[in-house]
């Protein structure tokens, strides 16, 4: 069975960080490109970075600067280091493939910036 496990949300002050984790089992994560989406209240899922099978990696604009995506492909997990948070970025957080076919989607974890 596949399953996408999404932690390490909360809530966070703005100017915060947090450290998301994706743990994948059933499925490899390894040497696929895969990334991280957001789903804020009231919008539609977005793309928000994106890491190759090869480690290059890729941004949205409203992040680049902020935001590091990483993988670890011996633990089959990724991870997505979250810096200099905003408002904006409230959402549920979600992991899964890039650029091919998605696994089914987690239920995500949820990160709120407010003060």
């Known amino acids: 069975q596949v399953n996408l496990l999404e932690s390490g949300g909360g809530l966070v002050q703005p100017g915060g960080s947090l450290r998301l984790s994706c743990a994948a089992s059933g499925i490899s994560f390894s040497f696929k490109p895969v990334a991280w989406y957001r789903q804020a209240p009231g919008k539609e899922r977005e793309w928000v970075t994106g890491?190759?099978?090869?480690?290059?990696?890729d941004y949205s604009d409203s992040v680049k600067g902020r935001f590091i995506i990483s993988r670890d492909n011996a633990k089959n997990t990724m991870y997505l280091q979250m810096n200099s948070l905003n408002a904006e970025d409230t959402a549920v957080y979600y992991c899964?493939?890039?650029?091919?076919?998605?696994?089914?989607w987690g239920q995500g974890t949820q990160v709120t910036v407010s003060s």
């Open positions: 890491i190759t099978r090869v480690g290059t990696t």
């Open positions: 899964n493939f890039w650029t091919i076919a998605y696994a089914p």
